[in-house]
């Protein structure tokens, strides 16, 4: 087809993994944000990339009962969320399929059992986000909020209805407060942390603000009850501005009778009821008798090492960040847990002491980018199961294929949590047994 052509009449025939419809035009396949398979729509074609080209949706012509109007105004121009258009039920079908997909075809795995996906609350559910910051000569003023859709801008937001309640106004709060400082032009970021009884939000300044930018954005702190943290270079220089008043963030775990305590910037799960069903669901998966020495791999601030450790005889959690693993070993104290014990190691590396030793059962959380080395590790160490947790189903795909080529092991369950509802990302969950012979 010509370049040239602006305005084109498509049938959407699928959804990338990223949630964006794939329309057809004349043969050639075309990205579509907003669409959805089985639509017809009047597209306004761009330009080329390298690799892809992309339309954005001028009508929709004939619609599909899985549409629905986003409840955001935002939508289509802030990046947080691709997938509010679709139904509440059609997002989980979509994710769904977009875990199914990896492990089907890139782990050439057949799913025996796929388990009921893990849901919570739709909105207002996100408890940790890094809001960018940015002054627009144009506009006079600040803008704070999430990326645009494929742009480095900062979205014009008032408010972001995924965020925890009353975070979900620091948009607007944070625009009026900051604007109003000296650092309207050198403070591009702040993040946003929330337990159950303390919340923070850790400004990252370029210069030192004056007494009056502080008293600024601790009154905005104040508006929606966060304390108030100042970084001026890399993690360690995270400072509040009132040690004396600055609350413990801290999380429950009420099946387990756990609470796990955690720095502003620390790495915690975003959705609070998500994660808690995925640690319970994972625990009941493992059918742990009390007798196991279990292995956690990417452990974090103990999220299921202290679980684990009142189900199973003994758990050692491990993970790269040294911080964590001192405050993983901080709260097994504080909870009465001295049969879990951390250990700081990068795990892009394999030789671990604890990668040649016997484990009933292995816990794996890792990152986006998987568990390779890890995974090559329980060829030797042959635990009975092996629990996966991944926030990116084609690693986790890539890793399950290793696994059942060795012949080691048999794909036993497997499903989703929707841990960002209205976004497209996926986090999924496997379980793997030995094989025995």
Not at 34 to 63: F, H, K, M, N, Q
Not at 227 to 237: A, E, H, I, K, W
């Amino acid at each position: 087809m010509a370049l040239d052509v602006v305005e084109v009449e498509a049938a959407v025939i699928g959804l990338t993994h990223d949630g964006h419809g794939i329309a057809d035009v004349s043969g050639e396949r075309i990205f579509v944000p907003g669409a959805l398979p089985g639509e017809t729509a009047l597209l306004s074609l761009r330009r080329r990339r390298r690799r892809y080209r992309e339309a954005s949706v001028v009508d929709v012509i004939d619609s599909v009962a899985d549409r629905v109007t986003p409840a955001c105004p935002y939508f289509g121009r802030c990046g947080g969320c691709a997938v509010q258009h679709m139904s509440n039920r059609a997002q989980l079908d979509f994710k769904t399929g977009v875990a199914r997909d990896a492990i089907e075809r890139i782990g050439g795995a057949s799913i025996p059992h796929w388990l009921e996906p893990i849901t919570g609350p739709q909105w207002h559910y996100r408890r940790r986000a890094r809001l960018g910051v940015r002054f627009v000569p144009g506009k006079q003023r600040v803008l704070v909020g999430f990326k645009e859709r494929a742009s480095r801008f900062v979205t014009d937001m008032a408010s972001c209805a995924v965020l925890v309640e009353p975070m979900d106004r620091l948009p607007q709060v944070l625009s009026q407060a900051i604007g109003g400082t000296s650092l309207r032009e050198r403070l591009p970021q702040a993040e946003i942390a929330v337990g159950d009884d303390a919340s923070a939000i850790v400004y990252r300044v370029l210069d030192p603000p004056t007494d009056a930018d502080v008293e600024a954005l601790v009154r905005a702190g104040a508006e929606v009850g966060a304390d108030v943290y100042l970084q001026s270079g890399g993690p360690s220089t995270v400072r509040p501005v009132d040690p004396g008043s600055a609350r413990v963030l801290s999380y429950r775990l009420d099946a387990f009778d756990v609470e796990l305590r955690f720095a502003p910037t620390d790495f915690v799960q975003v959705n609070e009821s998500v994660n808690a069903a995925i640690v319970a669901r994972i625990i009941d998966l493992l059918e742990l008798d009390g007798s196991e020495r279990v292995l956690d791999l990417y452990c974090g601030l103990g999220n299921f090492s202290l679980p684990l450790a009142r189900r199973a005889a003994s758990v050692v959690g491990v993970e790269g960040d040294a911080g964590l693993v001192a405050r993983a070993a901080m709260n097994a104290s504080a909870n009465g847990i001295d049969n879990a014990h951390f250990v700081t190691a990068d795990l892009s590396k394999p030789d671990w002491p604890f990668l040649r030793e016997s484990w009933d059962v292995v816990v794996l959380d890792p990152p986006r980018s998987g568990a390779a080395v890890a995974v090559d590790a329980m060829q030797r160490l042959a635990p009975r199961r092996i629990a996966y947790v991944s926030c990116h189903p084609a690693t986790l795909a890539r890793d399950a294929k290793t696994l059942l080529e060795s012949g080691r092991y048999r794909l036993t369950t497997a499903g989703i949590a929707d841990m960002f509802p209205n976004t497209h990302h996926v986090e999924a969950i496997a379980v793997f047994d030995r094989c025995e012979r």
